[in-house]
């Protein structure tokens, strides 16, 4: 509306020469105007929000560490057999099947040492409910 306002005041020649009547003049004027922005706004691409032209924040690893020297310590506690399963299947991420393999004792043996190695490894971390492995 403003800006259809604004362009009669500039054209205020045309009108005051009874070209026409000015309410026509004004409505063509107004849904140009809207048909140009839409125009306009179809053309250009979706506005996005500003970023910041920053480095990406890197993580601290520093509770990694804790993490890791933590649970190191922790799986002193647990008995060698107990020590091996955890390992061949946490850290070089074997299957129950590989890993009763590589160690070389049936895959029920490996399951079982696994479930009392995790018991034991939670009770050596102070986990709630945690018990001694067998």
């Excluded at 362009?7 to 003049?25: E, P």
């Excluded at 849904?31 to 920053?54: G, H, Q, Y």
């Excluded at 993580?59 to 990694?64: I, K, P, T, V």
């Amino acid at each position: 509306m403003q800006e259809t306002l604004l362009r009669a005041w500039k054209h205020s020649d045309d009108l005051i020469a009874g070209k026409g009547s000015v309410r026509g003049w004004l409505l063509t004027v107004a849904r140009n105007i809207v048909t140009d922005r839409a125009r306009a706004r179809a053309v250009r691409p979706a506005e996005v929000a500003e970023v910041e032209d920053r480095p990406p924040v890197e993580r601290d690893h520093s509770d990694a560490v804790v993490n890791s020297m933590v649970v190191l310590e922790a799986l002193e506690h647990v008995t060698p057999e107990h020590r091996e399963v955890l390992v061949e299947l946490y850290y070089r991420g074997r299957t129950v099947t590989e890993a009763a393999k590589e160690l070389g004792v049936p895959p029920g043996t490996v399951k079982s040492r696994s479930y009392y190695a995790l018991r034991a490894l939670r009770s050596a971390l102070g986990g709630a409910g945690a018990e001694v492995a067998r």
